[in-house]
């Protein structure tokens, strides 16, 4: 295989990874239980999606 004859600038490296970047999860409100959660997943507090219940949430731990 060809190897690189120069070595390539940090700057352009840099130019190449500029599109590497993370973007936040999109967040809607519920609208059964009004928290927030994130777009075309199940809600973690209520357990539904699309109106139908597929999660029965767990109850919380008491101290």
Do not use: V
């Not at 120069?6 to 840099?14: E, G, L």
């Not at 927030?36 to 357990?47: K, Q």
Request: aromatic content about 10%.
């Amino acid at each position: 295989m060809p190897l690189p004859k120069r070595r390539h600038s940090s700057t352009r490296q840099a130019k190449r990874r500029t599109h590497y970047k993370l973007t936040p999860p999109s967040l809607t409100f519920c609208k059964r239980c009004n928290e927030m959660a994130r777009s075309h997943y199940i809600c973690a507090s209520c357990g539904y999606y699309n109106g139908r219940q597929w999660l029965t949430p767990k109850a919380e731990a008491t101290a």
